[in-house]
C-alpha cells in the first residue's frame, strides 16, 4: 500500500475517483497504484505531479510502496 499517496489525497478530501478524473486515469487504475497493486507507469505519476503540483522531493515519498 501507498499510504502516503492516501494521506495526500484524504488531506485534501479528494475521492480517489476525483483524483483518477484529475489525472486522467479511471478509478480502478489509481486504487490499484494506491494500494500498491501496480506500479503506474511514468506518464501516470507525470500527470499526478503536475495536476497537484507536487515537488520532486515529495513526489518520491508518495510513489514508495510501505
Known amino acids: ?3 502516503n499517496l492516501k494521506v495526500f489525497r484524504v488531506k485534501r478530501n479528494l475521492s480517489q475517483q476525483d483524483v483518477a478524473e484529475k489525472i486522467g ?6 486504487s490499484a497504484i494506491e494500494l500498491g497493486k501496480r506500479d503506474g507507469r511514468k506518464t501516470f505519476w507525470n500527470e499526478f505531479q ?3 503540483n507536487v515537488s520532486d522531493e515529495e513526489m518520491w515519498d508518495l510513489m514508495k510502496n510501505d
Do not use: L
Open 50 to 52: 503536475n495536476a497537484f
Open 25 to 30: 486515469v479511471v478509478r480502478a487504475t489509481y
Open 1 to 3: 500500500m501507498r499510504t
